[in-house]
């Protein structure tokens, strides 16, 4: 039944999928506003599909160009997020290389870039800034890579040089806000997701794609606990570092959070010498607003 599940899905995405690439490409290539908001349909629906439900805690700002920080476990990340809200991400630049897969990423207008290099990512923020000006929402995996899902990883401060450029470069469009999201997978199958299950779902180290692919799609459905965090404008930041800190914090109290079922208001201590840094102490503003999609 697992196998037949996998087929299943995997022939629905691919009749899905192929016959709306060339409608996007031509909302690309003509510059329409439906470019951001077509793709946001277009994984709702590659959600439904999949079977995964997502509950959301906030909301992603609409009305103004939004830097969002989020956490990183697994490629279902990307349908995920998108199907939060419509958004771009910033890549490495090898996602460019992966085939079918760099075809999906440029139609969803991804921004590439060198993280090996901290001159590359430094370069890469004309072209961030120059979205948030347009009025984009961007999404920075911060931590740089994958995790198993049970952390979060130490963000990169080196990374946020293309969204907060230092003093005396250009900046960002001057009403972009910041935004923080953290993902936790929490059901399979309507079952909770504990420690020892949850690196199954999650896509790090050097596990191979499409394995792991097929793996997931033949699993079952997946429920995915989303937190964002409240607005902050992205100007009140002075450099990178306060803006990774901040960031950093934030997330990760809402990855524990999540992964303790705690609600808004609880106490949450971060300080697991496994889960965060020590020193990680952040307030999180409460936000009532929560809806399931």
């Not at 740089?144 to 990374?159: E, K």
Request: charged share 20%.
């Amino acid at each position: 039944m697992g196998a037949f599940r996998g087929g299943a899905v995997l022939a629905g995405f691919f009749a899905l999928t192929v016959p709306l690439m060339p409608v996007q490409a031509l909302l690309v290539q003509s510059g329409s506003r439906r470019a951001r908001t077509f793709p946001h349909w277009y994984h709702r629906q590659v959600c439904r599909l999949l079977g995964i439900r997502i509950k959301i805690t906030g909301k992603v700002a609409s009305d103004r160009p939004v830097l969002i920080i989020a956490n990183h476990t697994t490629w279902l990340d990307i349908p995920v997020l998108s199907a939060v809200a419509p958004v771009s991400f910033v890549a490495k630049k090898e996602v460019a290389n992966w085939p079918f897969v760099s075809s999906l990423a440029r139609l969803q207008r991804t921004v590439f870039v060198d993280r090996s290099r901290r001159t590359a990512v430094g370069a890469t923020a004309g072209e961030i800034t120059g979205r948030l000006a347009r009025g984009d929402t961007i999404v920075l995996f911060a931590e740089g890579t994958s995790s198993d899902g049970n952390r979060v990883l130490p963000f990169m401060t080196s990374l946020f040089a293309a969204a907060k450029p230092s003093a005396g470069e250009v900046g960002a469009a001057p009403d972009a806000v910041v935004q923080t999201l953290s993902a936790v997978y929490t059901r399979l199958h309507g079952l909770p997701l504990g420690r020892a299950d949850r690196p199954g779902v999650s896509w790090f180290g050097d596990m191979e794609m499409r394995s792991h692919a097929w793996e997931l799609l033949k699993a079952g459905p997946l429920d995915v606990e989303i937190r964002i965090g409240a607005p902050v404008p992205l100007a009140s930041f002075t450099d990178r570092k306060e803006l990774a800190r901040h960031s950093e914090g934030e997330v990760r109290e809402n990855v524990v959070r999540s992964l303790r079922a705690k609600q808004d208001g609880d106490k949450v201590d971060v300080a697991d010498p496994v889960a965060a840094p020590a020193a990680v102490r952040v307030r999180v503003a409460a936000d009532p607003g929560q809806k399931w999609t």
